[in-house]
């Protein structure tokens, strides 16, 4: 079974910045992801994932 819920989130000022912080930076992690792929001519989700994970969490301070 599967249950959908939807839900609004009420954040803080501070939390608002901090989460609309965080989407910018995951932006520019997949503009970077996507000409790392176009360039090297790799699309498949594995090969991109080995050519730029550790690359990509340290230049823009994501988590897994």
Not at 15 to 34: D, G, P, V, W
Not at 56 to 63: D, N, P
Request: hydrophobic residues 40%; proline residues 2%.
């Amino acid at each position: 079974m599967l249950c959908t819920l939807k839900i609004k989130l009420v954040p803080t000022l501070e939390q608002f910045h901090a989460l609309l912080e965080t989407m910018k930076r995951f932006n520019q992690a997949c503009n970077y992801i996507s000409e790392i792929a176009f360039r090297s001519r790799t699309f498949s989700k594995t090969k991109i994932q080995r050519l730029c994970y550790y690359d990509v969490r340290e230049k823009f301070g994501l988590s897994a």
